[in-house]
């Protein structure tokens, strides 16, 4: 095969991935996802290069799915893994920014009720509550 | 309070929503629901019941997200929890019947892999691909 | 069928099953389970609804177990989720008010060691410690 | 310190668990419990000793909690894990075998879906099915 | 920035990833691990793609830690996660590839007991008697 | 059989395990199991005891797998497990003590993402972070 194999080649494309994955990453939870990546960079900079390049870069971004529909499956895994609650936090904050309104997450989080159990349910609906009280949604949501 | 304490009422209102699940399921599920129902029949018929009555009824019907919406979260959830193959046979026949492409659902447990690691999301994988292939879409799939 | 198909039947019902349920999480829970269902309150009024009325008014209320051993399968259940620290303290309190002694519930978490593993156990040995010291108990249960 | 150091004595008090450990499978489990450490035998003896000498032997045996409460808290456990379906053969038969009944059993499976949802209730149920169906127990559950 | 951001380069980049993948794939897990690429592939062409290019072409064959220590933490990872028995079977075969011994396989899944209970340790086990049943090592094992 | 089945033989077996496992853990662990030992002294002494007697002093310490492996494999279970974090803690240090270095623990966190999904991964890897820091081991990893 006559690909171009020099480092260079490679160390390109790994800076590309990172570009297109910040890119999504800022466009979808804003500031939060980047404070993650600063969490990690004196302790394993490679795992925030992954969650960049790799799950944002390559894997969100792909046109097979929307973004909307990404986050109903994204709040589903999260409230059945538990013990993900900052996760969960990023996630509702971003499903709010790609579209789904809060009636949408209360909903789908009433739901897992029936897969997970009462208790994550729970958990992860208070994790909502934060979310939208922080963006000052919690009165539209309750009125 | 004057509401109408009776046994009476409350059957009605057990009979209404088993009727009403029976329903959703059947739309949703085509046989596949009415099969497990029926294998509860002689050890647990209450569970049976709940499923139908509580789980299609109760929640499942209600307005707030669309049953394409729910099948995502759905799938997630099973996804993550793992051990529910059986599950996941039912509800990715149920996402078909709503409306998800064979295209978006692979894409949803291709994103599983970001969340829940690698083996749950080859594990989904493998159980849509018998579903497509009973269902003769696995050639579309691949085309 | 000839059953009462109107909505005011159906919303008896549902107001039956939320009173059994909250004379049964109140005779269970104390002031614990209403606090929940404030919190879910003004961000999701339905699963704090499902919590009393299908949860505790549909479920717990049932006549075929004991609430003793509902309680025994339940902290077991919670130990082995994971991550349901406060569905833990809530029901390490209810095993205490259903007649459970402090040394069934840790002699029960020391079983969980077998089964879940050293980790989980510990973690929901801490929370019975919490509770039993909250309650004054914790000197009976050392001495 | 002066307790005899000797390998002598902790060979035999391995010996004297192991023997508790296996008087108390066997009255629990009959033949499935010796099935288990027949088949560790030839990959993990030492699994099979420790299952037999300290889950049994050291845990099991002990005072403060009945057999029959042991089998509640461990079905809520196995239910819960997921995954653990031969564990769940052995300990519904192990329940039954120290006074459990088919319908305290079914109803323990039932509550589980309340706090574990649905896919783990159901998985679970259909192991006591086929459980109950092999002892013949399965015409009483349905009468 | 300057980088060269054709598309070219990417799928480049990505052949490459690829390719390095199913090198270490095959030293690691011989035929296995071609098996599930090969049957993911008229499902999920992009998740068996993600396995090689991914996993084993960016993750596995980072220099830091030596492919003996990668597949002692991934032994601790399948057991712990539960009903990965599938991926269990690669990896307990892609060990004895990397120079882990069969007592120490063994030894590590005993050692999960401890943090994983019981079951999921038994459940391991059962998975390692058969890949060493299959490659004649049960025998040397026993003796 | 002849063996000497008097309570105190047990009783000094018992004694013995605890000594072995003490020591075992306070070389490993330092002061952080001393204080999970003492933290559970006044709820459940029995749990504390099986941490020390039968985790420590007869699992740990059996010779077929050496304390950095037995740490590779509990670090990758607490991952998978979820919710363990107070153990992670313990552990990451425990594998400092034993001799993994802190790049081969940011290598194997980093793997987990790959078995585990990013959000175990990364949750894992800010509690090694905080280990770290605390050991004053960040800038080191960070240069």
Excluded at 18 to 29: P, S, V
Excluded at 69 to 90: F, I, K, N, S
């Amino acid at each position: 095969m006559s690909i171009d194999n020099t480092p260079t080649n490679a160390a390109h494309a790994r800076e590309e991935s990172f570009e297109r994955g910040m890119e999504a990453l800022t466009a979808i939870d804003g500031a939060a996802g980047q404070k993650v990546i600063d969490s990690l960079a004196d302790v394993s900079p490679e795992l925030g290069h992954q969650v960049v390049a790799w799950a944002f870069g390559e894997m969100y971004v792909r046109p097979g799915l929307a973004p909307r529909d990404r986050q109903l499956v994204t709040l589903g895994m999260l409230t059945a893994l538990g013990g993900c609650e900052p996760q969960l936090d990023v996630h509702i904050n971003a499903a709010l920014n790609v579209g789904l309104t809060t009636d949408e997450i209360v909903e789908a989080l009433l739901h897992s009720a029936v897969y997970c159990g009462i208790p994550k349910a729970v958990n992860a609906t208070f994790i909502a509550k934060r979310v939208f009280s922080e963006r000052g949604l919690l009165q539209d949501q309750a009125a």
